[in-house]
Nanobody, 115 residues
Framework: QVQLAESGGGLVQPGGSLKLSCAVS????????MGWYRRTPGKERELVAR???????AYAESVKGRFTISRDNAKATVHLQMNSLKPEDTAVYYC?????????WGQGTQVTVSS
């Protein structure tokens, strides 16, 4: 019953910004650990950012200072604000939520950074 829906991906020029959003439906804790992962062909899946509890966050070294993860305090929604985007940020971005013994994933949203 748990479903995740990502939105906000698209094509952007280097140096530009995008904001990804992930809306969760179903029965999960309001503060279940959530995160954003990305996958590029030829590269293993990478944890980009994670938020645990109310506001504790962690980031991959490659995105520190450029990306910000946040969550809505009233509902199970997580955002990823991406600034100063680089071509190497191009990937399919996936939203993840951990609930009990299960991991749930969205379908992914394509982010392409190119001139």
């Amino acid at each position: 019953q748990v479903q995740l829906a990502e939105s906000g991906g698209g094509l952007v020029q280097p140096g530009g910004s995008l904001k990804l959003s992930c809306a969760v439906s179903g029965s999960i804790s309001r503060f279940s650990p959530m995160g954003w992962y990305r996958r590029t062909p030829g590269k293993e899946r990478e944890l980009v950012a994670r938020i645990v509890g109310i506001s504790t966050t962690a980031y991959a070294e490659s995105v520190k200072g450029r990306f910000t993860i946040s969550r809505d305090n009233a509902k199970a929604t997580v955002h990823l604000q991406m600034n100063s985007l680089k071509p190497e940020d191009t990937a399919v971005y996936y939203c993840n939520v951990k609930h009990g013994a299960n991991d749930y994933w969205g379908q992914g949203t394509q982010v392409t950074v190119s001139s």
